[in-house]
């Protein structure tokens, strides 16, 4: 079993910035990937950034201005992001997915981001 707690959500303006983290209760190096998602009412989760097979891949809608990042010491990944858009606004959730597949998510966290 893994655990994943998220913090750092949260409101900001548009054009502000945020900075989640994703603690999990072991070692981020023993996950297949870990990252995060994103999901708003009515719509289906989507990827947003994280590692996967080793390469950090970043959804298409948030390059250039979200960055992932992972601390090994601390079993923690974040999420940085600048220039938020009112279309950011979500809950944003981590996910790991384990050596053998089995797959965790976090509790989520909102971000609201006005305009």
């Known amino acids: 079993q893994v655990q994943l707690v998220e913090s750092g959500g949260g409101l900001v303006q548009a054009g502000g910035s945020l900075r989640l983290s994703c603690a999990a209760s072991?070692?981020?190096?023993?996950?297949?990937?870990i990252g995060w998602y994103r999901q708003v009412p009515g719509k289906e989760r989507e990827w947003v950034a994280g590692i996967s097979g080793g390469s950090t891949v970043y959804a298409d809608s948030v390059k250039g201005r979200f960055t992932f990042s992972g601390d090994n010491a601390k079993n923690t990944v974040y999420l940085q992001m600048n220039s938020l858009r009112p279309e950011d606004t979500a809950v944003y959730y981590c996910?790991?997915?384990?050596?053998?597949?089995?797959?965790?998510w976090g509790q989520g966290t909102q971000v609201t981001v006005s305009s």
């Open positions: 072991r070692s981020i190096l023993s996950m297949y990937s």
């Open positions: 996910h790991a997915l384990s050596a053998s597949y089995f797959k965790y």
